[in-house]
């Protein structure tokens, strides 16, 4: 039995970004950002366009783009990983769901799924699809619509396809870039559900969003990202009552 007076040791995070900075030529983008992920969390990234959200994202999984440079400390499963190529953090564990989806829309949604899992397949992993039951279990409809043309799918149907090819590489972290983007409320309700699913599998997610009120309804810690710099860090749930994100960001309605 356990006695009070022993410490918790708590756990050590998946992420852990330090002094992070980014400039696309000499403009600055991120100024000295501070972040962490903790095993089975979800942190969510809010702020308004243009504020750097998916240049914080971009930075972290290594896709900047040519004229892109990022600075500072990436802990990645504890050690530095700020100047490992993309593919190296994708083989690490890191995946990254792009605000623009980037589907093959003339390949199957299958076909879309087992590319998720090229990774495994290439380092020879054992059983490298035994991810899709899981996936099609997420997202019944990747199932019933696996031989469909991705670029004949809803915009709904196409999100939750772009995550259901990142879950097929395994993740241990799952960054998520806007993913209620475009979406009719129905479906943003659908795909946070999922995301709330994701964790109780014990996926940790690293998840950007400008629907501030629905990323922090599902996150357990938040961040406030205004021009390039974290302003305000906490609880989601003491986030969304903070004066200034409820007049900023969530209107004069909140919810209850």
């Not at 440079?69 to 499963?77: C, E, P, T, V």
């Not at 259901?164 to 395994?170: E, F, N, Q, S």
């Not at 938040?222 to 906490?234: C, D, F």
Request: proline letters at 5%; hydrophobic letters at 45%.
């Amino acid at each position: 039995m356990s006695s009070v007076s022993e410490s918790v040791v708590p756990a050590a995070p998946v992420l852990e970004v330090q002094g992070l900075q980014a400039e696309y030529g000499k403009v600055a983008a991120l100024h000295d950002v501070h972040l962490r992920v903790l095993p089975g969390e979800i942190v969510t990234v809010i702020g308004p366009n243009g504020a750097g959200k998916s240049t914080l994202l971009n930075a972290l999984g290594g896709t900047l783009p040519q004229n892109g440079h990022a600075h500072g400390a990436i802990h990645f499963l504890g050690a530095d990983r700020s100047r490992m190529p993309v593919e190296q953090r994708v083989a690490l564990g890191m995946s990254l769901v792009p605000e623009k989806r980037e589907l093959f829309g003339t390949m199957s949604v299958l076909d879309n799924l087992l590319l998720g899992s090229y990774r495994r397949y290439r380092q020879r992993e054992p059983n490298p699809m035994d991810q899709l039951a899981w996936v099609f279990e997420l997202f019944p409809r990747l199932r019933d619509r696996q031989s469909q043309l991705s670029a004949t799918l809803s915009g709904g149907e196409r999100q939750m396809l772009a995550i259901g090819r990142a879950l097929m590489a395994k993740p241990c972290l799952l960054m998520l870039d806007e993913p209620s983007l475009g979406l009719a409320p129905l479906i943003v309700k659908e795909i946070f559900r999922i995301i709330s699913q994701l964790r109780a599998a014990g996926v940790s997610i690293l998840l950007v969003e400008q629907n501030a009120r629905a990323a922090l309804q599902v996150a357990d810690r938040a961040y406030v990202l205004e021009m390039g710099e974290v302003t305000l860090e906490g609880q989601a749930a003491q986030l969304a009552h903070d004066p200034k994100v409820v007049e900023t960001y969530l209107g004069l309605n909140r919810a209850k």
